[in-house]
């Protein structure tokens, strides 16, 4: 079973307890969760990638692992990158109609390499479970950019909405609830209830290109 620092205490143990809201803080007791009252000013409402309505994958089928991912594994002080090979490589797509903050989780047994189109219109961030996160960062305007995982504790990115895309989905917001426009950095759980209802939804989707591509790989030591 996996260990997680608890983000109250921060001592690594079996989490019992998970923030109800984000979903990705762990704490060890109900103790550690309620007074934890510095989580709230980064705690972000998120759905699982798997549970996302707006967002669609296709397996891409990878020649192999390229020399640019060669060399971010050598980067990672991995010494046997050449003989690294694809586990599996997809590419996703997100309908920014309804597109809300979504959660991936990423197996620490794997080598992750994610890599944003340069003209995605997302925001994204790395988290533990015990409170640790990187800030929000922005595909680069004149490149794609790429993440590198590689870590001993599993992980989550947060993929959120950017911000041309969260202000069309605010100003909807608010002409439907006829209230002022709000100045969010990411989906709060009111806009999220309102772009994903419960029940079954539409097939009303309007994708984009694919937004991003994430490739597991392996080596063999």
């Not at 997680?4 to 060890?28: Q, S």
């Not at 989580?39 to 669609?56: G, L, Q």
């Not at 100003?171 to 006829?178: E, F, P």
Request: hydrophobic fraction near 40%; charged fraction near 20%; include cysteine.
């Amino acid at each position: 079973m996996p260990t997680w620092d608890c983000a109250g205490c921060h001592e690594r143990t079996i989490p019992n307890l998970v923030c109800m809201d984000c979903k990705v803080a762990f704490y060890c007791s109900a103790k550690c969760r309620e007074e934890d009252v510095s989580h709230k000013a980064v705690c972000y409402p998120s759905v699982p990638f798997e549970a996302s309505a707006s967002i669609t994958s296709r397996l891409y089928r990878s020649k192999g692992v390229s020399e640019f991912e060669r060399n971010q594994l050598l980067s990672l002080g991995v010494a046997a990158a050449g003989k690294a090979f694809v586990v599996s490589s997809r590419e996703v797509s997100i309908g920014p109609r309804n597109f809300v903050t979504t959660r991936l989780r990423l197996d620490s047994r794997k080598r992750t390499l994610l890599t944003f189109r340069p003209d995605a219109d997302v925001r994204y961030q790395v988290t533990t479970g015990g409170g640790l996160q990187t800030a929000w960062m922005v595909p680069s305007v004149s490149k794609s950019s790429h993440l590198s995982l590689y870590q001993d504790i599993d992980v989550f990115v947060l993929i959120a909405p950017g911000q041309r895309m969260l202000a069309d989905l605010e100003s909807r917001r608010a002409l439907a609830q006829g209230t002022a426009v709000r100045d969010l950095q990411v989906p709060d759980r009111d806009l999220i209830s309102l772009i994903l209802p419960p029940g079954p939804t539409g097939a009303f989707f309007e994708y984009s290109g694919a937004a991003w591509r994430d490739t597991y790989t392996s080596v063999v030591s």
